[in-house]
């Protein structure tokens, strides 16, 4: 299995961990890591290596970070669906190991190990993975405020969220400050070789949704340490806010559409729906007129009900104002109203992936050029894989034969794909995900 497919495959799937073969004391417990905050400790009999996996919480969750034929991946562990999946890792203590299917060894995996800064506390006694946290292998990522006005509302919140999770837990704190942030990035870049920053946020009730306290965090983090940072957060009221945020050292900006449908913005995010696609495409051009072509992006989430071909049109879009559409497959988030739901297929994503990427690459928006944020480290996705010039798209295992003369290597153009793409979506051979029912969210009791 090529690396791309399997990636794909992985992230759609998830995986499960078991122990590796008798004889490596101390191997990973099947499916649970050691906790992130605990300190690494690589010696000793029956002893542990702590792996950088996360629950619950914004942003990717449910993961393991691993490094995967030479690529950093993040891949689904704490979910029912990757409990089940056909996917298995045997890790030994060390964190290396062999993903396997049906018996049959496919590739080595190595997990990523914890960053030594976890070991740290604050100046005020909060230790550092309250702060922040190491995303992929070399990103240091925080929720700047863990709250959030739609997620506290059950007929308003995103039903794929998990943003109050880790809060509930103690695993985090509500709120992070410029100084506390600074202190955290700084270590990391010195013990961990941290190479840049994702700041998110919870969405608070003022009009500049964020932008203000992200700003001044990223005017903490540039205080101590030289790195790109990466703000996310809704549109605000007033673009001057790009301006403003550009100034205080955000480097890359992201504002994520997740759906582009308005029935299954509707039923997947209620409350954040009630900012039209229309807003958004307003909010990129003036961000792009900040920022640059290339350090806009915006996460497009396969699995909440958009079809195919809608992805590949506001992907296109995107792509033409100089936004960079990261597009990732649903993980369900176990208590979430969306808990239930299975993720889109390898086909699917690999549909997804084998038409933007290509062009992407052509429109000069490659993701090693994002200065920094979550297009730039790529591991929640496939789809840097596909951004080499001209790449073919390649048919979906499932296509039946007469579609699948059309899915050939020998494709010119991902313009031909395109065409390819659509004949099969419009015969049905890439199917359509679903949309969630709204009956999904009154299940928001289940949340944890």
Known sequence: MDTQTLITELQSFGLRLAEAPEGAAGAAAPGEPASPTSPASEGGEGRRAAWTSRRGGAGPTQHVAATLRGATVMIPIHTDQAAASPFVARIGRDGAGTVERDGRALAPIALVKAPRFYALSTRDGIPYPKIALLHGADVLASTVLQTCIRYSERDKACTFCAIGQSLAAGRTTAKKTPEQLGEVAEAAARLDGVRHVTLTTGTPRSPDRGAAHLADCARGIKARVDLPVQAQCEPPDDFAWFERMRAAGVDSLGMHLEAVEDEVRAAAMPGKAEVSVARYFEAFEAAVRVFGRGQVSTYLIAGLGDSLASLLDASERLI???????????????????????????????????????????????SNDVKAGCARCGACSGLSGFEAEGQAAAPPDAAPPDAGAAWTSTSESSDDASVQLRACADAGHVSRVPPLAPGHLLRRARAV
């Open 320 to 366: 033409a104002m100089g936004v960079y559409p990261f597009l990732v497959p649903l993980v369900p988030i176990p208590g979430t109203p969306a808990a239930d739901r299975a993720p889109p297929s390898g086909d699917f994503m690999r549909a997804l992936y084998a038409h933007i990427g290509p062009l992407l690459a052509r429109a000069g928006l490659r």
